[in-house]
């Protein structure tokens, strides 16, 4: 089934490339030629992106913000994983994850931006557990991460007892009903979560951010030109300065986390 419904999202993404005329990814000309940017995003990933609901994401709300800035129009290509990207006639993708001190340039025509945020993982607890202060203090039980991740890597190599789940949300279901001692999970979620759950479980601001657990998102520009990139950066330096995109992932429930530098 699940396959079924990534060659239905891609045929219906390769139809909206046919219909704009233009090859996979553009240069700066291109692109206010078309008129258009195309953003390919996942259609069921909130707080990053969704489609047909009243918020579509906080990912397509910086789009939004860029395209009209850029004096084009948004235009969103609905794929369930990055790699299809291409084929699906993308120019850019919202999340791009860069390890701080990473120069930005890419790889070939494909480029990133300059951050616009700063992300990672964090420790949460169940609301109660206020004598928690750092990850040493869980002794009672196990720690919630998502199969695979680097969390679960890290913590199964520091021996420390952890549960595995398919994905954040479950963690934190987990987490707030007490079925694990605490969990590690990206702050976008955990801000989403607690927008729509209040006081459900609690971060643990004191536990010291572990550095392989931290990294920047920037704007991935596809088959592009230096002089988009170029263009995007200062867009995303005014939209910084003048506090949209904080204010954009506020309305989330989550807080705004500068670039780290290195």
């Known amino acids: 089934m699940k396959r079924r419904a990534v060659l ?4 219906v993404a390769g139809a909206m490339a046919m219909a704009t005329g233009r090859a996979t990814g553009a240069p700066l000309a291109a692109v206010r030629d078309s008129g258009t940017l195309t953003v390919c995003a ?16 906080f990912q397509l709300e910086i789009a939004d913000v860029l395209t009209k800035r850029l004096g084009v129009r948004l235009q969103v290509n609905w794929i369930v994983y ?11 993708v919202m999340g791009a994850i860069v390890q701080p001190g990473t120069p ?25 557990r206020t004598e928690v202060r750092r990850l040493e203090d869980v002794k009672d039980g196990k720690v919630g991460v998502e199969h ?20 954040q949300p479950e963690i934190l279901d987990a987490v707030a009903g ?12 955990v801000g989403w979560y607690l927008k729509q759950h209040p006081g459900s479980v609690r971060v643990v601001e004191s536990a010291s951010p572990d550095p392989e657990f931290q990294w920047n998102v ?15 950066n200062r867009l995303i330096g005014e939209l910084i ?20 530098t290195p």
């Not at 025509?109 to 945020?117: E, K, N, P, V």
């Not at 991740?149 to 549960?163: E, G, K, N």
């Open 8 to 11: 239905v999202t891609l045929v």
């Open 42 to 57: 996942h259609p069921d990933a909130l707080p990053f992106s969704a489609q047909g609901l009243a918020q579509p994401g």
């Open 82 to 92: 990055s790699r299809h990207a291409r084929r699906a006639n993308c120019d850019a």
């Open 104 to 128: 930005p340039e890419g790889k070939g025509t494909t480029r990133l931006t300059r951050s616009y945020m700063g992300s990672g993982y964090v420790l949460v607890v169940p609301a109660r």
């Open 148 to 167: 695979a991740s680097w969390p679960h890597y890290v913590l199964s190599q520091r021996t420390i007892p952890t549960a595995s789940y398919g994905s």
């Open 178 to 189: 007490e079925a694990v001692a605490a969990g590690f999970v990206t702050g976008p979620y």
């Open 218 to 232: 920037a704007v991935r520009l596809l088959n592009t030109d230096q002089a988009l990139v170029d263009t995007m």
């Open 241 to 260: 300065s003048a506090g949209t995109i904080p204010k954009i992932l506020e309305s989330y429930g989550i807080t705004y986390v500068p670039p780290a």
